[in-house]
């Protein structure tokens, strides 16, 4: 019974890159919890031996760590989970932000909670919610698209279609981008919405690089854009005339 109780999964918080002062953006109960597990959920090994070393876990160079991604199988979960049900306590993380927060990490979720096993989220930072705080655009009611199509013809019908949306319903629209095309769309962006649409775009957040710029598409046309170029950025867009 007592191996039962102690069979958790926890979902823990990453940060974008090695920040020095994760304590800044952390709370204490995370540090502790990754202390207390036995192995980890990870999307690759280097990023999990990077998140333990954060935390100065004695044995990071040696705890197991099970890798889970776009690329796994659905009929791999069992064996990620399997340590689990024999009472074990793991962690699962995403390379950056919340697990299962624009990350695949909920399919493991969901048959853990089939198969009985206590899960347990800590809070932590996520680029989509601190965007929207630092954005200045209407968080009662938003919309996340996760990534935007490919193609050109295809991403510039997606962000019309956007803007028709929140025209109509007066919503925030949230988006993101590989960082090798946040370029590109940031000038797809610019070239195809109303000069009335309020535009935001974050970037590198909860790191000593970050940056936040929100204004009418208006303003964006007449300064030379940000360059986003292998940066990671999260963009926002917002047709409300009110705010």
């Known amino acids: 019974m007592e191996q039962r109780k102690k ?20 709370p204490a109960s995370v540090g502790k919890a990754v202390s207390q597990i036995e192995g980890l959920i990870a999307e690759s090994d280097r990023e999990g031996r990077r998140y333990l070393n954060r935390f100065q876990i004695e044995n990071a160079n040696s705890m197991p760590i099970a890798l889970y991604n776009e690329h796994t199988p659905d009929s791999d979960i069992d064996d990620l989970l399997a340590p689990i049900v024999n009472g074990g306590r793991w962690g699962l993380i995403s390379d950056c932000g919340l697990p299962c927060i624009a ?87 610019v070239s195809t919405l109303d000069d009335s649409t309020l535009l935001a775009v974050g970037w590198e957040l909860t790191t000593q690089d970050q940056g936040m710029l929100s204004q009418p598409v208006a303003l964006w046309k007449k300064s030379p854009l940000p360059n986003l170029s292998k940066r990671n950025a999260i963009f926002l867009l917002n047709c409300d005339r009110t705010l």
């Open 7 to 26: 069979a958790t999964l926890q979902l823990l918080p990453n940060l974008l890159n090695e920040h020095s002062q994760h304590e800044v953006f952390l």
């Open 103 to 189: 990350d695949p990490g909920s399919k493991v979720v969901l048959r853990a909670r089939a198969l009985g096993i206590k899960v347990q989220p800590f809070v932590g930072p996520s680029s989509i919610l601190l965007a929207l705080m630092q954005s200045g655009l209407s968080g009662q009611k938003f919309y996340f698209h996760g990534y935007l199509p490919k193609e050109r013809d295809a991403r510039i019908k997606q962000i019309q279609h956007m803007e028709k949306g929140s025209k109509a319903e007066g919503r925030t629209d949230i988006f993101m981008e590989t960082p090798y095309r946040n370029q590109h769309l940031l000038e797809d962006l």
